[in-house]
């Protein structure tokens, strides 16, 4: 179904699941009946894409507003949580990463170690390590953007077996986002729920404890699975170096970045070696007051001797602010969920209609579920709806809410059938070296492995940690 097909279920599909949501016999009480009409508009809305689902983000407060969920302030709220900031903030240091090359020096950087040479296996590896280090930091598009026309520039000409190659990019690039809470929308997303709802707090430094083991776990999967169904070209590579000097704005930038990333893990590095003062450190650093911080001087210092600064205003203000928007319209319907009940219903009717009861049997139901339903709608929306659930179902089974919820997260990176389930699929596809059967039998695969890679290294980190 194309786009224009699913914009027309979705005019049509959208108020009718409404009204009658609305007035289904659930038995909830009037405000939880309410936001349940609210959010399965929401679910139909985000899945056909009627309007973009940034507007549909948007639309969410004032919905729950004028149905009697709650008030304006409560509603609005999360649009301007400090967590939102972090994204803001790291928006900025990767628009001037862009604009002054310095995202493209590092990627050739990373790929020119004399060990990648020769091998059309490590070269491959090169370049999906390149894309898990680089996606950490900037968004998964925009790493498949910058490596994928490299990786086409070493090919042979009308070579027929690059296909294999271009999705080891796009793959590694979804997954690379786990490792930090800036390098993909679900994973900021789940740390907020689990600090609201659950009361668990997950620092900078803590996260890239679980993200990057998963990251790397997925990482080397996919690269096995892209080795036995579509190898590299036999043929020798090379990537050439960036031999022009540093320009200031590229010194500018990366002592931006540099300080963003020293703010958002000193106070994490200091509290897990106990340093006297950690706490005061963590309160006076909160990661979301550092990006902007760290992003500061981008506007303030100049290009060499121009008066523009390193980042103009014009450029800054092209970020993704429906993305922003997503994250806030997202977070302001799931506390809601909490608040009205409406999350702990869904949850027992879902434990009833499974029979599921224990901690692994919802943990591998929910990443195995959150997989395929992330391949028709965007990563952040489908953890914005999925993770909620997760907590409310974990709070009911009276088991930890950390593995089910992170499960929902990390596995909201993983949809690798489809173009549009990701950006960096969608780059892949649109160079024209793979057919859609191709990338659907790879990646349906994929999904399957991935699902079950992510539960065993979150079995692995909660037997480490307890979380059990």
């Not at 786990?178 to 709802?197: A, D």
């Not at 930038?253 to 540099?258: D, H, K, P, S």
């Not at 103009?312 to 302001?332: E, H, N, T, V």
């Not at 859609?436 to 079995?459: D, E, H, K, S």
């Amino acid at each position: 179904m194309g786009v224009f097909e699913r914009r027309k279920v979705g005019l049509v599909l959208t108020p009718a699941l409404f009204a009658v949501t609305w007035f289904a016999p659930f038995g909830l009480e009037p405000r939880a009946q309410h936001l349940a009409a609210v959010f399965a508009a929401v679910i139909v809305a985000w899945v056909t894409e009627v309007v973009p689902i940034s507007v549909t983000a948007l639309l969410i407060a004032p919905a729950m507003i004028v149905v009697g969920v709650t008030d304006s302030r409560s509603a609005f709220a999360p649009y301007a949580d400090p967590l939102i900031f972090l994204f803001i903030g790291g928006f900025f240091i990767a628009r001037a990463m862009t604009r002054h090359g310095l995202d493209r020096r590092m990627a050739r950087s990373l790929m020119t170690f004399r060990l990648v040479r020769g091998s059309p296996v490590r070269i491959r590896m090169a370049f999906m390590l390149t894309a898990v280090v680089l996606s950490m930091w900037i968004s998964n598009t925009a790493t498949a953007a910058i490596l994928v026309p490299i990786l086409i520039g070493t090919l042979p000409e009308e070579d027929d077996t690059a296909a294999g190659s271009v999705l080891a990019i796009a793959y590694a690039a979804s997954v690379g986002g786990m490792g930090t809470l800036i390098g993909s929308p679900p994973n900021f997303i789940t740390v907020r729920f689990l600090q609201e709802q659950a009361g668990l707090e997950f620092d900078f430094v803590q996260w890239m404890g679980v993200g990057i083991p998963s990251g790397l776990a997925l990482v080397v999967v996919i690269g096995f699975v892209l080795q036995w169904l579509a190898p590299p070209p036999p043929a020798e590579t090379n990537v050439s170096t960036l031999s022009s000097p540093w320009s200031r704005g590229e010194k500018v930038t990366a002592g931006c970045f540099g300080l963003a990333v020293a703010g958002w893990t000193i106070p994490g590095i200091m509290r897990a070696v106990g340093a006297p003062h950690a706490a005061e450190v963590a309160r006076a650093l909160p990661i979301g007051a550092v990006a902007i911080l760290a992003a500061a001087p981008l506007f303030l210092l100049r290009e060499g001797d121009e008066k523009t600064p390193v980042l103009p205003w014009q450029d800054a203000a092209r970020i993704d602010w429906g993305l922003i928007l997503l994250f806030g319209g997202g977070l302001s319907l799931g506390a809601q969920m909490f608040d009205t009940g409406l999350a702990a219903a869904i949850s027992r009717w879902f434990l009833a209609a499974t029979g599921i009861s224990s901690l692994w049997g919802l943990t591998a139901a929910l990443v195995l579920f959150t997989v395929f339903f992330t391949e028709t709608c965007s990563n952040t929306a489908s953890s914005n709806m999925i993770v909620p659930l997760a907590i409310a179902a974990a709070i009911e089974l009276d088991v930890s809410p950390l593995p089910p919820a992170l499960a929902v997260g990390l596995a909201a990176s993983c949809a690798f059938m489809l173009p549009i389930a990701t950006g960096p699929n969608a780059v892949a596809y649109g160079t024209g070296l793979l057919k859609l059967p191709q990338m659907m039998r790879i990646g349906f695969l994929l999904n399957i492995v991935a699902a079950l890679t992510l539960l065993a290294v979150l079995y692995a980190l909660s037997t480490l940690h307890g979380w059990g």
